[in-house]
Structures are given as C-alpha cells and as structure tokens.
C-alpha cells in the first residue's frame, strides 16, 4: 500500500529535550515536506526537500532541522524544543515533475511540549 | 507575500444542502490551487486542483473554478452528505517554486 508513515504518533516530552519526528514514503517520491497545524492558522510549511541533500526552509523553520540523506525518509528534528512547537505535524511526499503534484500526507504527530 | 484567506467555520448544513467555501488567494506569477480534505483523526487528502486561469477541479460532487479575475477558487457541492464532514483546506503552490501555502481550514458539519 502507497503510504507516508510517520513516528511516533504521539510524543509528550519537556523543553530542551532532543527529539526526531520520523516520516517514510514507499512511493518513490523526490518531494518531501513538513508542516504544522494550529488552530487559527492552518498549515505552514517548516521545511522542504526537493531530492537527496537538497532542504529549503518553509516559512516557520525556526527551532527545526531536517535531513535527507536517503530518498525515503525526510526526518524532524528539534534539537531543543520549547513549549510554543507544540502542535500537529504533518508529513507529506510528492512527485517532483510540478509544483501542481498532489501531496500525499502522513496521517500526523501530535507533539506536546511541556 | 503570497497568501490564502478562507471563510471563517464552523460551517453547519443539513443534509442535501448546496455547500459554497469560499477561498480568495494572493501570488505572484501563476500559482495552481488546491483544496485539501481532513477527516477526523487523519491526514489531509486531495480532493481536487486546478492549473491554470478557468481550469475547472471536480471530484465527488466537488467542484472549484480558478477564477483569476477575481483570484478565487471558491468550494461548491450541490448536494452534501453527512460524510463530508470534516476540514476542507484551501491552498496554492507558489508559481516555479514548491513552496506550498495553506488556508486556515473550514470545518463543514453536515447534520442528517
């Protein structure tokens, strides 16, 4: 089955703490990115990869890395995070022939900061 | 900057009603847009796009109209199901680029 997975689903830590937010796609995509969701403010978009060790900043990368060493997996890492990153994350992949490609979506990381 | 303005939710309907969501958008150069559907507890999924100036979106009763003189890609459903419910996201991606921006969302709840 065609899929992004993401981990953990669920993740309650305190601030300062490294964490890594996994995502992995079996399609074969170019495009990943990631995304948060607050209430009021919809999607934004953290960061971006367009093919292996290619990242570009979103438009809220502040507090958040990311790498792309295998074509698969695109992780998020918040080195040391504070209470304002709790939120829902998204991880979403896509082909790369156009902007105009649907983006296929994780089902989610619900992470609370405390 | 380039920018997405959905109307504000919750948006409550009976059964077989006709759904309008309104979605106003500024870019620059010529983006292609997008509505997203969220289902509770998941992940968006595309539910239909558009590329181009009088480019029509459908699927599953959806539609939307790139409307480039009014810079609108307005929602409508003629006939809702309580299925629809759920968080409909208005978005464009920056024309060459592939930064994508995202509405606030429209929740739509359909009452049987």
């Known amino acids: ?114 | 900057g380039d920018s997405v303005t959905q109307m504000e939710g919750p948006v409550t309907l009976s059964e077989e009603a006709f759904l309008t969501i309104n979605c106003t958008y500024t870019a620059t150069g010529y983006p292609s847009l997008f509505w997203y559907v969220q289902y509770p507890g998941e992940g968006l999924q595309l539910l239909l796009k558009a590329t181009k100036a009088d480019d029509k979106g459908s699927n599953k009763g959806f539609e939307a109209t790139y409307r480039k003189e009014t810079t609108s890609f307005h929602l409508e459903k003629g006939s809702v199901q309580v299925s629809d419910s759920a968080v409909y996201f208005c978005a464009l991606s920056v024309g060459g680029t592939y930064k994508y921006i995202f509405g606030t969302g429209t929740r739509l709840k359909v009452l049987a």
């Open chain 1, 1 to 114: 089955e065609a899929q992004v997975t993401q981990n953990p689903r669920y993740l309650i830590t305190v601030t300062g703490k490294k964490l890594t937010v996994t995502c992995s796609q079996n399609m074969n995509h170019e495009y990943m990115s990631w995304y948060r969701q607050d209430p009021g403010l919809g999607l934004r978009q953290i960061y971006y990869s367009m093919n292996v060790e290619v990242t570009d900043k979103g438009d809220v990368p502040e507090g958040y890395k990311v790498s792309r060493k295998e074509k698969r997996n695109f992780p998020l890492i918040l080195e040391s995070p504070s209470p304002n990153q709790t939120s829902l994350y998204f991880c979403a992949s896509s082909t790369r022939t156009s902007g105009s490609n649907e983006q296929f979506f994780g089902p989610g990381t619900r992470l609370t900061v405390l």
